[in-house]
């Protein structure tokens, strides 16, 4: 199987920065794209940023230019930097991988356990 493991997480005032860490481990063959999802109490997960092996990204409006998402492709790690953030960032993040395990030719969508950010105004 193909694990994913969050860390970084915690409490920070508004205008604060935090980085969130993620790492795949397992029986892995490839990953494809990476990337961060949130979700706040009574919202639905939202995708946050992704990105490809190629290191294109995608982020959603509300974070383009606060947050940065980068990976290492050796150490299968993938890596949120947020600047400036606000209390509507409050949420569970999670990390996503879409990755080919070695007894597959298919891709699977693969989740961490998630991780609490919480900006206070």
């Known amino acids: 199987q193909v694990q994913l493991v969050e860390s970084g997480g915690g409490l920070v005032q508004s205008g604060g920065s935090l980085r969130l860490s993620c790492v795949a481990s397992g029986i892995i063959f490839s990953i494809d794209a990476m990337g961060w999802y949130r979700q706040a109490p009574g919202n639905e997960r939202e995708l946050v940023a992704t990105i490809t092996s190629g290191g294109s990204t995608t982020y959603v409006d509300s974070v383009k230019g606060r947050f940065t998402i980068s990976r290492d492709n050796a150490k299968n790690t993938v890596t949120l930097r947020m600047n400036s953030l606000k209390p509507e960032d409050t949420a569970v993040y999670y990390c996503?991988?879409?990755?080919?395990?070695?007894?597959?030719?298919?891709?699977?969508?693969?989740w961490g356990q998630g991780t609490q950010v919480t900006v206070s105004s």
């Open positions: 996503n991988a879409r990755a080919r395990p070695t007894w597959s030719i298919s891709n699977y969508d693969y």
